[in-house]
């Protein structure tokens, strides 16, 4: 059976190319999240947002971070790898800078979001190898099974490691 995934994005800017990695088909996620229903999570604040997160994560086996240009240093962002990491879930990041989003545009490369967390010396944070959207897409299609793989495995041999502050 395949791995049940969490992802973890920067909603606004990076929502079209999270949907691009989501859709791929080789692994089980989490279902998209529509615009309208993001909006009634957040306007009941953080504590909804937080119950929203717990939720999403139950039965979930790895969160895949996808890193876009602003994804490092977010409070929801750093909340999402810190709680699956206390749940024993395996942590992957995947760089997406490159996916075009709705407009046909790519981004910068964002940091790496596991350095303000104390895992950057653990988690891996992929940049798939390709020159343009198309490249790096197939690159993501083929390789994330493995990444999400590899993850699980790393986090097994960490059992009730704590993340540093």
């Given amino acids: 059976m395949a791995p049940r995934l969490f992802f973890s994005f920067h909603y606004v800017p990076d929502n079209w190319r999270a ?14 999240v529509s615009d309208n229903d993001w909006e009634a999570v957040t306007r009941g604040g953080d504590a909804a947002i937080q119950r929203w997160i717990d939720d999403q ?13 602003a994804t490092a240093g977010r409070k929801w962002i750093n909340y999402e790898i810190k709680k699956a990491w206390e749940l024993g879930k ?10 075009l989003d709705r407009n046909g545009q790519s981004s910068v490369k964002g940091n790496n979001p ?9 988690v891996q944070a992929n940049d798939p190898a390709g020159y343009d ?15 999400v793989d590899e993850a699980i495995a790393i986090r097994s041999r960490y059992p009730g490691a704590a993340m540093q502050a």
Avoid at 19 to 32: D, L
Avoid at 59 to 65: D, F, N
Avoid at 114 to 121: A, K, T
Avoid at 133 to 147: E, F, G, L, N, P
């Fill in 19 to 32: 949907s691009q990695v989501r859709n791929i088909g080789v692994i089980e996620g989490n279902a998209p």
């Fill in 57 to 69: 994560m139950k039965g979930k086996s790895c969160a895949v971070v996808l890193i876009g240009a």
């Fill in 90 to 99: 395996g942590v992957v990041g995947v760089y997406i800078h490159k996916l």
């Fill in 114 to 122: 596991f350095l303000d967390n104390g895992l950057g010396y653990v």
């Fill in 133 to 147: 959207s198309r490249q790096v897409y197939d690159t993501i299609s083929t390789q994330i099974a493995r990444w």
